[in-house]
């Protein structure tokens, strides 16, 4: 069946302006994550879905990046004001469920550049 | 200091060789340990899965957990050169119900024909 994708792959922006990313869970997963990775480093985690609720987002680096998944499918990370800094690689992953060690399932990732 | 340490490499190592990656970490409530595979400019991908101590083989593959030393391992036998990613140790904790992980640098392996 079809994995996680991502939507954009890539997406350049200016310093300040705003920018959603979206992530596309497999079917049925109940479970979803956000992660960053920098450019030489492994990812960094940001926030975790249980269903519609972020049920752990204390990864979230400041108040300009906020994330939501209003049906329990499809997410969106939002992040404003953006800064060079924030510039990374976006990845999502799905689990079927959120029990501890469940098999976390990466998506190509969103590679986001702010000029 | 970081929880999780792995050497980032590069590793470059002939075909056929045996390829030993590490990792050691700080968190003595981590019992879930992972390593992803992650070719260039692609998603991490699940290798291997361990609960716990001891030891998981998988074909060519086999993960070591040493909890009393805080410390696993990869090892990749018969390397080939499609074994060329960046290979990812990742962990996550009993108390965390949410299954985050924590993940290594990562180390960049380069198999040679």
């Known amino acids: 069946g079809a994995g996680v994708s991502q939507t954009p792959s890539n997406k350049v922006t200016e310093k300040g302006k705003y920018v959603e990313l979206r992530c596309d869970p497999i079917?049925?997963?109940?479970?979803l994550y956000w992660y960053r990775q920098s450019l030489g480093q492994g990812p960094e985690f940001l926030i975790y879905?249980?269903?519609?609720?972020?049920?752990?987002d204390s990864g979230l680096p400041n108040d300009r990046f906020f994330a939501v998944r209003p049906e329990g499918s499809v997410s969106t990370l939002k992040i404003q004001r953006t800064e060079r800094g924030d510039s990374a690689v976006y990845l999502c992953?799905?689990?079927?469920?959120?029990?501890?060690?469940?098999?976390?399932?990466f998506g190509p990732g969103t590679r986001l550049t702010v000029l | 200091q970081k929880e999780v340490e792995q050497d980032p490499g590069p590793l470059s190592v002939p075909e056929g060789a045996i390829v030993s990656l590490n990792c050691t970490y700080s968190?003595?409530?981590?019992?879930?340990f992972m390593w992803y595979r992650q070719y260039s400019r692609k998603g991490p991908e699940l290798l291997m899965y361990?609960?716990?101590?001891g030891n998981k083989e998988d074909g060519r593959f086999t993960a070591q957990v040493d909890k009393s030393s805080k410390y696993i391992s990869l090892f990749i036998r018969d390397s080939q050169p499609s074994d060329s990613a960046t290979y990812l140790c990742?962990?996550?904790?009993?108390?965390?119900?949410?299954?985050?992980?924590?993940f290594g640098q990562g180390t960049e392996l380069s198999v040679k024909p």
């Open positions: 992953a799905s689990s079927q469920s959120p029990g501890r060690g469940d098999t976390q399932y």
């Open positions: 079917s049925g997963h109940t479970a």
């Open positions: 879905f249980q269903g519609t609720g972020a049920a752990d």
């Open positions: 968190n003595s409530a981590f019992q879930y």
């Open positions: 361990t609960y716990s101590s």
């Open positions: 990742a962990m996550s904790a009993i108390n965390n119900q949410g299954g985050k992980l924590i």
